[in-house]
Nanobody, 125 residues
């Protein structure tokens, strides 16, 4: 089992950057693939990015268009989401999630069994 805590959200102007962190508890973090999802106001949660357990493969939502980068540091039990060139449409609650399939970069939230509480990102235009 793994517990996840996100941090790094906040208010930023359009065009700015933020780096989100997701700290995991437990000694088995390196065996999980990880994902970032977001929930815009009034909308359903949507996929943002995913990374395999050894960082060998990543996947991104088309809407990200190279602006975001997912990475992880297994020694620190942390996964990151670097967000650049932020737009108003990136506003939402960002959550990290863990998938027991270490080789997966699944885009569907149904594959992720563990979730953090989320961190708010607000981009002002």
């Amino acid at each position: 089992q793994v517990q996840l805590v996100e941090s790094g959200g906040g208010l930023v102007q359009a065009g700015g950057s933020l780096r989100l962190s997701c700290a995991a508890s437990g000694r088995t973090f390196s065996s999980y693939s990880m994902g970032w999802f977001r929930q815009p106001p009034g909308q359903e949660r949507e996929f943002v990015a995913a990374i395999t357990s050894n960082s060998g493969s990543t996947s991104y939502a088309d809407s990200i268009s190279g602006r975001f980068t997912i990475s992880r540091d297994n020694a620190k039990n942390t996964v990151y989401l670097q967000m650049n060139s932020l737009k108003a449409g990136d506003t939402g609650v960002y959550s990290c999630a863990a998938n027991v399939n270490r080789y997966s970069t699944a885009r569907s939230r149904t594959y992720y069994g563990y979730w953090g509480q989320g961190t708010q990102v607000t981009v002002s235009s």
